[in-house]
């Protein structure tokens, strides 16, 4: 292997060992609605991506999600099983998911060091089909908590997938929510 085949190795393979790896997490949203006695399926768009790389960008390190899917569908389980019947489209209601971005964003940041932690936001936006009526939301959703550590990075992003059902709970579900 030539010196010039080594250092390129060199830099691939430092420049994966220091990025994010985000992987599928069980996001437990709390959702407080009065339980119906009806169906809900989730449909995830075609242009929501399972799987892809975050760019490298205001001095945070960029990174790769794997399991998006998954943790969506996590999300969608555990957030909404206590007030509808689950099932597999076609139900009496459905939620499709239009867009799911994810992205880190600096929480906080040293003058010697830079970025020291970040926080997991996921830009958003969803449809509920009901009875031929749609209703539509969107926003952006934030973890509850900053990230330090890049192994901190999927359990982030478990918290803000939470926030976006929550948001969308109180969004298109505040008629129903327990008080």
């Not at 359990?155 to 976006?164: D, H, I, K, L």
Request: net charge positive; hydrophobic share 45%; with cysteine.
């Amino acid at each position: 292997m030539s010196f010039r085949h080594l250092s390129l190795l060199l830099v691939l393979l430092s420049t994966s060992a220091c990025s994010l790896k985000i992987l599928a997490g069980n996001p437990r949203p709390n959702i407080a609605a009065v339980p119906r006695d009806s169906t809900m399926a989730l449909v995830i768009s075609s242009q929501v991506a399972d799987a892809f790389a975050i760019p490298q960008q205001n001095g945070i390190m960029g990174g790769r999600v794997q399991g998006w899917h998954t943790t969506l569908r996590a999300g969608f389980g555990n957030g909404f099983n206590d007030v509808f019947r689950l099932t597999e489209a076609p139900a009496e209601t459905t939620m499709t998911i239009d867009e799911a971005e994810l992205e880190f964003v600096p929480a906080a940041v040293s003058g010697y060091y830079g970025v020291v932690a970040v926080t997991a936001q996921v830009r958003f936006k969803a449809t509920v089909t009901q009875g031929g009526v749609k209703r539509r939301v969107a926003g952006t959703a934030v973890s509850k908590k900053s990230i330090a550590s890049r192994n901190e990075a999927t359990a982030g992003t478990v918290s803000a997938v939470e926030s976006m059902y929550e948001a969308i709970a109180r969004e298109l579900f505040a008629d129903s929510a327990a008080r």
